[in-house]
């Protein structure tokens, strides 16, 4: 049986066709459409159906699909597990290495989810860098109204709020009387804060700072009709397809339909692809790194993943660790007794991430009282314990 490796660049494709015996030569083809689909009948003709690729940036990306599309059978390697020696590395033995560990078996798999899931990630994607940079907008505007000594973000709590946006594009329009601006803020700062809520709307402003501030809200408008946008994309198509999955999410603390998700898109609807709920923890880097030499270990560190998946995930532990009579709660206090909070939190996302699992592997809805709550009666019998070893430390000291 033969088989292909292909070594992926931004322009060109080397392909290496190995028998079992020798090598082929090695052909280049341009990453053009037309030359993707050439090279796919050249393979097909010579009965080729296994095809493995390193996982070069995204320029893998359009080679996947376009071969995806003529039935092969893909596989993507991570390069970091079939780099060749040094001092005998070259495009052409790059090529010829892949299609030669391809024959032997010895290629594992990177993740590829399906193509509903991958449409669903390009959606939740997008609107993660959307929010991304509706903060860094939200942030220069902010800098903009107090370069024209406008002080009101400084009495609210969200500068994206109704009544900042208003301010905003009065000022646009032209109004500057404090007492104007005034009428647009929610009576219950107005209450709070009387008359310094005034005081902070008398400003200096000037022509190109309020054209500043008409071209940020213009982007930030912009950019608030992509986000809904992209909202509705995704949640079409997850009440299409994965509503079920999405249901059994929602039963965990802290999860809401938005991170549900992106859960779903980073980690695919599908948890056969994973052994174990160690191993799921593991491809989401939330484990700790096994770094251990001479008994001792070097470093405890969690390790590199999905970095959309951990940035969610986080945010579902803090959530859950804010969730009264909730078992997170209660052991996210427990863990920051003795390390850093930030540590406790990783903590709390790794267990969420295996509960995940669980749920979607066993389609159950997440039950507590599965999760075994901390018992009173140990920490008083650890209470004892301790104090006797003090009265012991102190009788052998007097």
Known sequence: MKTCGLDVHKDSVFCGIYNGHSHEDVIVYSTLTASLFEMGEKLLSEGITQIAMESTG??????????????????????????????????????????????????????????????????TRKYTKLQSKITSILSEMERNLEMMNIRITSLVSNISGKSIRRVVKSIIDGVEDAVELEKLIHGRIRNTHKEKVRQSLEGFITSHHRFNLELLYEEYELIENQVA?????????????????????????????????????????????????SKFAGW??????NDESAGKYKSRATTKGNKYFRSIIVQVAWAASRTKGSYFMEKHNRLAIRKSRKKALVAIARKITVIIWHVLTHKQVYNPALIPVFDKDKIEAKIKYHQKEMERLNNLVS
């Open 284 to 289: 989401t880097g939330l484990r700790p790194r």
């Open 58 to 123: 995204i320029y893998w990306i359009p080679v996947w699909n376009i071969l995806e599309s003529m039935g092969f059978d893909l596989l993507l390697v991570n390069p970091y597990l079939i780099k060749q020696m040094p001092g005998r590395k070259s495009d052409v033995k790059d090529a010829q290495w892949i299609a030669t560990l391809l024959h032997k078996g010895l290629l594992r798999s990177s993740l590829v989810p399906s193509i509903l899931i991958r449409e669903l990630r390009c959606y």
């Open 229 to 277: 946008r992209c909202l509705e994309k995704m949640n079409s198509l997850v009440e299409l397809h994965y509503a079920e999955q999405i249901r059994l999410l929602n039963t965990l603390p802290g999860v809401s339909t938005l991170s549900a998700i992106i859960i779903l898109a980073e980690s695919g609807a599908n948890m056969e692809s994973f052994e174990s709920s």
